[in-house]
């Protein structure tokens, strides 16, 4: 499939800069996939749209402190670190990075982090990724709080600050491995899921841990030659069973996010029954998946031609989906990371 298909034009002034005041202050857009009817919304009224019985699934992941600034020892010249996932062995101290720009580093390198600390390069693996050891002996997690800063997207054009060390947060962020936030979880607040449990609406969880899987760009001119890197995910006995029930009830299964769609659906077994898992996934949903294990989506607005998009038009319909974001851009809809949602039914 042709990923220019997935392509339209956004203007930059609607691409969110910034969180609004209150978490559920942003606007929905609700469509309805069968029909394509629009409706305009408020994430604040998400409870209206949902009924007794109905089951709500957010991601517990936690988003690490994954951007850092650092300088060749040698020569000073700049560079930033970006966390990806520890290395796989025993040394804790070891990471699979990020470094821009990638064409600095040759050989084996000690990189100064600021404000302190060092990181030497082992290792130049695939795709621009390289593998580095931190000069901790312990305490690694509080050394990424001290150092690092907010893994905000390139498309947010200024320096984190201390608001979104809170705000790039969900509510529900439970176990750190997450080098980009489940965005359509950030709109959650106690009040709206106050309001969910009085309507009857059950929640449970999974974690995905998003890396290079979700947020990396389709560089490639058609989709099917895109390599998508794994990501990790625990899909618990208890989600398993909650999802079972609300089956067995007649309720609806409604994923807060794209990641939750994918470790719900990288968990189906052969015999098409969802399954407790711990694993890695590389799923990539394009139009023409059968899904099997979600019925609504509520998530925020992605980037042209992205993974992330491909999958939800996958779930409501391209000429639907792409039509809503039309219909969004023409009513001056805040987009992305920071910016407003849709309720897919």
Not at 146 to 153: F, I, K, S, T
């Amino acid at each position: 499939m042709k990923t220019s298909l997935f392509q339209y034009h956004l203007p930059v002034e609607l691409i969110a800069q910034r969180p609004l005041v209150r978490r559920d202050g942003a606007r929905m857009l609700v469509l309805d996939r069968k029909t394509g009817r629009i409706t305009h919304s408020w994430v604040k009224e998400l409870p209206q749209w949902l009924l007794a019985n109905d089951l709500i699934v957010v991601n517990q992941t936690k988003v690490l402190p994954a951007r850092m600034f650092a300088e060749k020892v040698e020569t000073s010249a700049k560079l930033e670190i970006f966390l990806l996932r520890p290395a796989v062995g025993e040394d804790p101290n070891e990471w699979e990075v990020l470094i821009s720009p990638a064409k600095r580093i040759t050989g084996n390198l000690v990189l100064k982090i600021h404000p302190r600390g060092e990181a030497a390069v082992l290792e130049s693996l695939e795709d621009g990724h390289f593998l580095v050891r931190f000069n901790k002996t312990g305490a690694l997690k509080r050394f990424f709080q001290e150092v690092g800063h907010v893994p905000l997207p390139p498309y947010i054009k200024r320096s984190d600050d201390q608001r979104d060390e809170k705000r790039y947060q969900t509510i529900f962020a439970k176990k750190e491995g997450s080098v980009a936030a489940p965005t359509a979880g950030l709109h959650f607040t106690k009040a709206i899921l106050a309001n969910l449990k009085k309507r009857g609406v059950k929640n449970t969880s999974v974690i995905l841990h998003v890396g290079l899987g979700t947020f990396l760009p389709v560089s490639t001119p058609d989709t099917e030659d895109h390599i998508m890197h794994s990501e990790r995910l625990e899909v618990s006995p208890s989600a398993v069973k909650a999802i079972a029930k609300t089956r067995r009830d007649g309720g609806r299964v409604v994923a807060v996010g794209t990641t939750v769609v994918r470790a719900l659906e990288s968990s189906i077994g052969d015999d098409g029954k969802l399954r407790p898992n711990q694993d890695e996934t590389r799923l990539f949903v394009t139009p023409g998946y059968s899904f099997k294990a979600v019925d609504t989506l509520f998530t925020n607005f992605h980037q042209s031609e992205s993974t992330l998009l491909m999958l939800v038009c996958a779930f409501a319909g391209k000429e639907r989906v792409l039509a809503a974001y039309q219909e969004a851009i023409k009513e001056k809809y805040r987009f992305f990371s920071y910016g407003d949602a849709m309720l897919i039914l």
